[in-house]
């Protein structure tokens, strides 16, 4: 991506946000990220980061972007346009844009992000939809090779993805690293209903913990002990929220993982299988323990089988970015997401509610209010 790209957020703080984001994904070997500070010659830092979203933006320089930006207000550049029209949800405002400058629909923002990508953030199926039908390219990824099918997969859209795949949008891009694919987004965030949709399409790639996420045992017992269990792991996280890590080649490593990746999605038989063949069920290979994972989704089947098989339901660990969970318990996850089937099966079967987490000192009730779930909060208090 060589062209100028439009500027339409008025919020310095947005590009600030970006060019953090281009930097992680740089450094995860994103190729087209990386492909952004070889154009500007910018070193891999948050100086050299600032420096590409100035220059890809058509400023010299961060101060020169934030003239830039204080215009945006003013703007009546068609694709700042498009984009309030995504914003306020408003069919008939894109449409006014799109017929009267047919070009924008091509046109790229920060990072890459065209009207089509922006559109699918919102999941709005009638803005999508409408961009479609003006040529917009399905298969079209920004700087980090993110696609709108990779959106519909990391919000558990069906019905957009549905949209987005008859139309042409391809189930084997990458994003983010290796084996970045839409179902391995799915996978991530244990969104089943997207991932069932895309598995069927091809298991890409078909690695250990992808074979998990789905729940296919044959496959499972298949893959371990050979490479391509821990092949195409270059993906690791959706977003520089998360803190930067290296997949390894050490074959436990990628059982252990796999256990994680088939607690979220509620695989309880491919937990037995991937335990059956050594995965370790206190790993946490990158935050979150199988069990943590099992919490936060709610999956209490999966919950129960972990601790069937012998985990700790006071085990601490990681999870999300590291000012969210050190030191935490599956009951401070399940509590913090107001999962209320999983706080209950964990209080069945001896999760303390006492413990308190190491970063914030909080026990599980004190999650849960400060998340905003008092049906939460009021169980764990009166426990």
């Known amino acids: 991506m060589s062209e100028v790209v439009h500027a339409y957020q008025t919020d310095l703080d947005y590009y600030e946000g970006r060019a953090a984001g281009l930097l992680a ?7 087209g990220a990386v ?14 980061a600032r420096l590409v979203v100035a220059h890809e933006h058509g400023a010299a320089d961060w101060p020169a972007l934030r003239a830039l930006v204080a215009g945006i207000e003013r703007s009546d550049d068609p694709f700042v346009r498009g984009y309030r029209a995504l914003e306020a949800h408003d069919v008939a405002g894109l449409r006014a844009v799109l017929a009267a400058e047919p070009h924008v629909v091509v046109a790229r923002g920060t990072n890459g992000n065209d009207l089509l990508g922006m559109a699918a953030a919102t999941g709005d199926e009638r803005l999508v939809r409408l961009l479609l039908v003006h040529g917009a390219d399905v298969e079209r990824g920004n700087v980090h090779g993110w696609t709108p099918l990779h959106q519909a997969a990391y919000a558990n859209q069906s019905a957009l993805a549905r949209l987005l795949l008859a139309a042409g949008a391809r189930v084997d891009v990458a ?9 391995v987004v799915a996978l991530f965030w ?10 069927p399409l091809g298991l890409v790639p078909r690695n250990l913990r992808v074979a998990a996420g789905i729940g296919d045992v044959a496959l499972i017992d298949a893959l371990v002990g050979t490479p391509a269990a821990g092949a195409e792991r270059g ?19 990628a059982l252990d993982e796999a256990l994680a990746w088939a607690a979220r999605s509620g695989r309880a038989d491919a ?16 935050r979150g323990t199988a069990l943590a994972w099992a919490a936060v ?6 919950i129960r089988r972990l601790l069937e098989l012998g985990a700790d339901p006071n085990a601490r660990g990681t ?18 997401a107001g999962e209320l089937a999983a706080i209950e099966a964990l209080l069945e079967l001896g999760a303390d509610p006492s413990l308190r987490d190491a970063l914030h000192d909080g026990d599980a009730a004190g999650w849960a209010a400060h998340a905003g779930h008092e049906p939460a909060r009021a169980r764990l208090a009166g426990r």
């Open 271 to 286: 937990l037995a299988a991937l335990a059956r063949h050594g995965a370790r069920l206190d790993a946490d290979v990158y």
């Open 319 to 336: 999870f999300g970015g590291p000012t969210h969970g050190e030191g935490v318990t599956a009951l401070h996850l399940a509590a913090g």
């Open 190 to 199: 244990g969104n089943v209903e997207v991932a069932e949709l895309l598995a």
């Open 25 to 31: 994904s740089a450094r995860d070997g994103t190729p």
């Open 35 to 48: 492909a952004a500070f070889e154009r500007a010659a910018a070193p891999l830092s948050e100086p050299g």
């Open 175 to 183: 994003a983010r690293g290796a084996g970045g694919t839409p179902l």
């Open 297 to 302: 989704r709610g999956q209490v089947g999966a």
């Open 235 to 253: 993906f690791y996280r959706p977003h520089g929220g998360f803190p930067d890590w290296r997949p390894g080649d050490d074959p436990q490593q």
